[in-house]
T-cell receptor
Framework: GENVEQHPSTLSVQEGDSAVIKCTYS??????FPWYKQELGKRPQLIID?????GEKKDQRIAVTLNKTAKHFSLHITETQPEDSAVYFC????????????FGAGTILRVKS | DVKVTQSSRYLVKRTGEKVFLECVQD?????MFWYRQDPGLGLRLIYF???????EKGDIPEGYSVSREKKERFSLILESASTNQTSMYLC?????????????FGPGTRLTVL
């Protein structure tokens, strides 16, 4: 089955700096890659996603890149702010299988002001 | 606004007890999921359901069962709770194949088994 590895497990950055979180997946049939953000004590929420027919997607300060050949995708956050502090999860799925997601272990991002 | 609710935020049970966790969604979603969340392990899928009375095992189904008698409700059952089932349990729902693929999560139930 699919296996998703996520790095780093914790990341501390200074406010205003960029943050990059990387994930690799094992199943070449996976074609949908979402990122979820979970603030302390709250439920995970989708922040951005990408499908395998696209190499990059941006939404304001966040972007996701996908390298299908290397089976690797990354989340980029620019101009980080204290409210970006949270746990971030990447995930992968074979879209036609009813959105069954396999999640990475998560990255704790701390933005220091 | 999509609402996914779970029956309890916190639950304390004793080893060997039968435990029921309930999840209800109000957006007519076909697919529903139960995950457990443990530090350093991310969200791991226990069971999911893509229709009423239909269920499929996820990655860690041992020690759990589920029930989906109505479209809006998905229950997770711990037949005989054990201490290693102490965890945060999250329910989620989604309509597959649409433009919006977001899985909407409930607030979670923190279960402690003593």
């Amino acid at each position: 089955g699919e296996n998703v590895e996520q790095h780093p497990s914790t990341l501390s950055v200074q406010e205003g700096d960029s943050a990059v979180i990387k994930c690799t997946y094992s199943d070449s049939a996976s074609n949908y890659f979402p990122w979820y953000k979970q603030e302390l004590g709250k439920r995970p929420q989708l922040i951005i996603d990408i499908r395998s027919n696209v190499g990059e997607k941006k939404d304001q300060r966040i972007a996701v890149t996908l390298n299908k050949t290397a089976k690797h995708f990354s989340l980029h956050i620019t101009e980080t702010q204290p409210e970006d502090s949270a746990v971030y999860f990447c995930a992968a799925s074979i879209y036609q299988y009813g959105n069954k997601l396999v999640f990475g272990a998560g990255t704790i991002l701390r933005v220091k002001s | 606004d999509v609402k996914v609710t779970q029956s309890s935020r916190y639950l304390v049970k004793r080893t060997g007890e039968k435990v029921f966790l309930e999840c209800v969604q109000d957006m007519d979603h076909e697919n529903m999921f139960w995950y457990r969340q443990d530090p350093g392990l991310g969200l791991r899928l226990i069971y999911f359901s893509y229709d009423v009375k239909m269920k499929e095992k996820g990655d860690i189904p041992e020690g759990y069962s589920v029930s989906r008698e109505k479209k809006e409700r998905f229950s997770l059952i711990l037949e005989s709770a054990s201490t290693n089932q102490t965890s945060m349990y999250l329910c989620a729902s989604v309509t597959p194949g649409g433009l919006n693929n977001e899985q909407f999560f409930g607030p979670g139930t923190r279960l402690t088994v003593l």
